[in-house]
């Protein structure tokens, strides 16, 4: 049995979802939290901790079973529906068909109820009515007892039938209810549409609204602006008028100036007919100067470009020499290590070196010392040429050159670890 507290599962009759729901919401109506279905929450089937069975809970009608064996009308299968559910649209699971629960058939005759009476009566009572039926004569009192026997089970009997009766009027009544309801849940769901619908509507004109509002905001922002606009137009214009009355005073006086000045013009007339002159005698000198500065713009093209190839051979020769020195550098290196080897070694085992292999490592860097001092004096005698070359462009107007200078560095780094080298050894 679940605690009072703890949340009861429920099952959707509109999505067969399963809900939680506290208990005490149970009994009332309740909103699926997946579809949005509102039905009523009826508790859950409750487990029998004793025999391990599922029992259900107290309902309205206990003479009727808490669920129904139903079939689906669109794929025909078996489904079990709380009663609670009779008249109301669920789901096939199967399928996912939406159905309303139709009323199960009436069962069940006189014969029945009989039984279903007599065993509902006192044992001492039935054990009577054996006795009494078995003897032929009774006496007094056992008939006095058998007649207020018969006349309860008459009464009993009449009771039964009138409570048939009223049950059958209920059944034709909740049938009617049934349809009212289902009647009800289809006009419920067409207002739920239609309300949505209107929603909807509202959002949209909502929406609209804003928007007008917007732009009645905007339209009385421009109209504002525009009646602005058009204040400053009117003050340009008044500005207008008044300039435009000074300019035409400014005018008539312009022109009894000009016609005072006819004779002054006429001088200047003369005087530009004569600097007019001046000016195609000084335009001419200046074709003839620009000419001679194309040409000897060509000549010093053609020198920048004749030296510009020197320096490129220049700086290819550098290149090659410098790669050179770092070679010879790299042997001459490998080459005194060696020997400092074979002396550490000698000095080790106590053994003189060989003066035959001593020499002959001493002759190689004494010939790679000769080899990187030529290649040093020729990379000097690269950068003074390319600094010649580049003074001679310099004297003549001619854009810088990039210098040979940028091996500088290199070469010094070589020269600096080639004479610490050879010092060591």
Known sequence: MAETGEP???ECPECAASLKVKPAKLGKLISCARCGHRFTAHPPLLLDESSGDYTAPPVSKPSQPDRILINCPECQSELSVRVVYIGQHVRCRGCSHKFVVPQPPVTGSRSSFDSSWSQTREPDALDILARLSSRTELPDDLKTTHDELQTKHDRVVGEHESLQAAYGLLQVEHGRLSANHAELQTTHEALMGDHQRLLDERTELGERYEALEIQHASTQASLAELERAQRELEASHARVDAELERLCSELERLEAAYSECGLERDAAISERDQLAGELAQARAQIDGLVLARAQEEASAGELRNALEASLAAAEEEGQSTQARIQAQEARMLQL??????CRASAAQSDHPVDPALEYEYETCIAELRKQLDVAARRIASLERSNHEMVGVLG??????????????????QGRSETQGSVTGS
């Not at 005194?336 to 080897?341: G, W």
């Not at 004297?395 to 290199?410: C, D, E, F, K, T």
């Open 336 to 341: 005194t290590t060696e020997l400092e080897q």
């Open 395 to 412: 004297s003549m107007g001619v854009g810088p050159i990039r210098p040979l200078n940028r091996m500088q560095p290199a070469r010094e």
């Open 8 to 10: 009861q599962i429920v």
